[in-house]
C-alpha cells in the first residue's frame, strides 16, 4: 500500500508510525519520503508506486504535493484511495472533484495520533479492503476509470449503429480479454511483490 502525506516534523511523525502499525499488521507500506529516481520525477515516481499499491491511505491535513499526487493517480487508475484528515480542517477545494470516483472512499477525520492507531483497523483498513475486494469481483466498471468507459461505449455504439455488428462483437470481446489478462497479470506481479 501507499501512503501519501506531508512531510513536515509534525506530519512526518504521524505518516511514519501508521507506517510501522501497518507493518505490524502484515502489510507493506511504502511511504514516499526517499529520493526521486534520476531517469523519473516525483510525480511518477508516485504514480508507478500507486499502479502497485494495493490500495492508497492519503493524509489530507495541510496538503502540500497531495493534490497533485492525488490528479496523477485517482482519474488514471481504479485504486482504492483512503483519504485521512486530523481534526475539524477541511479538504482542500479541489478534492471534491474525486468523489466521482467510486474507488475514492470518504474522507475519515480522526482526533490525534493515538485516535488515528485505536481505530486503524475499523474505520481505514477495511473500508479499503472492502473497496479492493469489490473492484476484484470482477465488475468492468470497477477495473475501468469511468471516462475510459464512457470512450469504449461511445466507441462501441458508433461502430453498432454504422451496421458492422461483427465488427462491434469482436471489439468488445477482445477488449473484455485484453482487460482480463492485464488485470490477471497485475494481480500475479502484485502476488509476487507481496
Known amino acids: 500500500m501507499l501512503i501519501l502525506g506531508r512531510f513536515t516534523d509534525e506530519r512526518k511523525a504521524i505518516l511514519d508510525a501508521l507506517r510501522d502499525e501497518l507493518r505490524k499488521r502484515d502489510y507493506l507500506p511504502i511511504l514516499f519520503d526517499f529520493a526521486v529516481p534520476a531517469t523519473r520525477n516525483i510525480t511518477e515516481t508516485v504514480s508507478l508506486l500507486a499502479r502497485m499499491a494495493r490500495f492508497i491511505i492519503a493524509d489530507l491535513t495541510d496538503p502540500s504535493s497531495i493534490p497533485k499526487e ?3 493517480i485517482v482519474p488514471q487508475l481504479a485504486v482504492s484511495v483512503q483519504p485521512l484528515l486530523e481534526g475539524a480542517s477541511r479538504p482542500y477545494a479541489m478534492f471534491r472533484d ?3 470516483y467510486e474507488w475514492v472512499l470518504p474522507v475519515y477525520r480522526y482526533e490525534g495520533l ?3 492507531l485505536a ?3 475499523d474505520r481505514v483498513i477495511d473500508p479499503a479492503e472492502g473497496k479492493v475486494k469489490a473492484q476484484s469481483d470482477g465488475a468492468p466498471s470497477a477495473l ?3 471516462a475510459v468507459v464512457r470512450t469504449r461505449h461511445a466507441d462501441c455504439r458508433a461502430l453498432a449503429q454504422r451496421g458492422c455488428r461483427r465488427l462491434f462483437r469482436s471489439a468488445v470481446t477482445r477488449r473484455s480479454t485484453t482487460l482480463a489478462a492485464k488485470e490477471r497479470k497485475r494481480r500475479e ?3 509476487a511483490l507481496w
Do not use: F, G, H
Open 114 to 116: 493515538e485516535a488515528l
Open 189 to 191: 506481479s502484485l502476488a
Open 98 to 100: 474525486y468523489w466521482k
Open 144 to 146: 475501468w476509470p469511468p
Open 70 to 72: 492525488l490528479e496523477a
Open 119 to 121: 481505530t486503524l483497523a
